[in-house]
């Protein structure tokens, strides 16, 4: 892709990337297909195996208030309440990944609804269930979506997209860069949370200057 686009490197249970989702969205609402968004899942705790103690779930609500704080916006806490929960990011990156395969544009939206989901509904999206639901919500084919979502592949494209992350330098979520520019150089718009306006000015800025 050589014309202005956005690399979004983002996880699906990160809650700062849910907090980012509306400026995400405001992004999409403000340049269009313009500026396009194309999804890379960080893999935030792939892989995890042992389920989170009490004092863990703990320490991760205190992270959930401060994105509350700057975002607003709801957290329910039912998701990870079970006895037994594993915080495996691993099998909601690889959702996201298989409805890339429909487009950039079905990524960006099941990236938006999943963490959603999750943070804001209280549901749990390291089950393939959920998952299914999310995909029917969003008119993929469930039987087919979940299909693909067990296979091999996808789990090898989803471990790939945290390869390319980690070759980018990315050590934290959201992460959103844009490029080229005139030289082909890549640049970060934001490493971490930013606010809408903070954000949409930096993209506007670079692209007048792309255009100039």
Not at 87 to 99: C, I, K, N
Request: aromatic share 10%; hydrophobic share 40%.
């Amino acid at each position: 892709m050589t014309a202005p686009h956005l690399i979004y490197f983002s996880d699906p249970m990160c809650s700062w990337c849910y907090g980012f989702s509306p400026v995400i969205e405001d992004i999409r609402r403000n340049f269009g297909r313009a500026l396009p968004i194309r999804v890379v899942m960080g893999g935030l705790r792939p892989g995890t195996e042992s389920p989170m103690t009490e004092e863990a779930k703990l320490e991760v609500g205190d992270h959930w208030a401060h994105v509350h704080e700057a975002t607003g916006l709801p957290f329910n806490g039912a998701g990870m309440s079970a006895p037994g929960f594993v915080y495996d990011t691993d099998p909601a990156a690889r959702a996201v990944v298989v409805a890339r395969r429909d487009g950039e544009e079905m990524a960006a939206a099941f990236l938006a609804r999943a963490p959603r989901a999750f943070y804001g509904e209280g549901r749990d999206v390291t089950q393939a269930d959920v998952l299914g639901e999310i995909a029917d919500e969003l008119g993929l084919d469930h039987d087919p979506f979940l299909q693909a979502w067990g296979a091999e592949d996808a789990k090898q494209e989803t471990w790939r997209d945290y390869a390319i992350s980690q070759r980018a330098g990315v050590t934290g979520f959201p992460t959103l860069v844009a490029g080229p520019n005139e030289d082909g150089v890549y640049g970060v718009v934001t490493r971490g949370y930013a606010p809408p306006e903070q954000v949409l000015g930096v993209l506007k800025e670079w692209l007048e200057r792309i255009a100039a």
